[in-house]
């Protein structure tokens, strides 16, 4: 793994289930995008109390799904990513800008002294994990290993940088998919961070 400078990669969380601010425990696992960007724009404006309680639960009614879908396609990103299990939260999510938005969940479950780990997606893939349990929550480090060490059975490369590669036969360059995907965490805060240099150095190289 390729480190940059500034980042903290032996950060390691207390706890994937405390909460640090009312932020991260309103948004922990509501599932669609831009219900997610509503929300954190209302909370940082101080207008949360203006927010529909409906947008704010983890899943909302297929009816408003669907409504929602119909104003505009990216609507749909996230919302029909399948529910959690019992005691798993979403710690890491990739989102993609495709037409619907899709997007990519890494979650967390503890269970008999140990951490379970599983990816899903809005379709059903199924994911090679780079690691299925640990003991303690990951450091950052080891939950960059553990991002690059997953693959979605069916593409090539990791997830971080899969789905950059399968869009590239429709794309002149690779700076015309330097932005499709977004690796975020508000449990690792430098997540993001890391991933926006490897994405610049994705987009920066040559085409094999």
């Known amino acids: 793994m390729e480190s940059y400078e ?14 640090k601010g009312i932020r991260q425990s309103i948004l922990r696992d509501v599932k669609g995008t831009q219900r997610r960007r509503i929300i954190d724009k209302a909370l940082r ?11 704010v639960d983890a899943a909302i009614p297929n009816k408003l799904r ?8 990216c609507f749909m990103g996230g919302e029909y990513l399948p529910g959690s299990l019992e005691g798993e939260t979403e710690i890491a999510r990739i989102d993609l800008e495709s037409t619907t938005s899709d997007v990519i969940s890494i979650r967390a479950r503890a269970d008999e002294g140990l951490i379970y780990y599983r990816v899903v997606d809005e379709y059903k893939g199924e994911f090679s994990l780079g690691c299925e349990s ?46 499709f ?28």
Not at 45 to 55: C, E, H, K, N, P
Not at 66 to 73: D, E, M, N, S, V
């Open 134 to 179: 640990s003991e303690e929550p990951f450091s950052l480090k080891e939950f960059v290993d553990f991002i690059e060490g997953t693959d979605l059975i069916g593409l090539s490369g990791p997830i971080s940088l899969a789905y950059n590669e399968f869009n590239m036969d429709g794309a002149v360059s690779r700076s015309e998919l330097r932005y």
């Open 181 to 208: 995907t977004t690796i975020s965490s508000d449990i690792y805060p430098q997540l993001n961070e890391h991933y926006e240099h490897v994405f610049d150095e994705w987009a920066g190289g040559e085409i094999d």
């Open 66 to 73: 669907q409504k929602l879908g119909a104003i505009h396609p």
């Open 6 to 19: 500034g980042i903290n990669y032996q950060f390691r969380p207390d706890s994937y289930w405390v909460d």
């Open 45 to 55: 404006s101080g207008r949360f109390d203006q927010v529909q309680d409906v947008l």
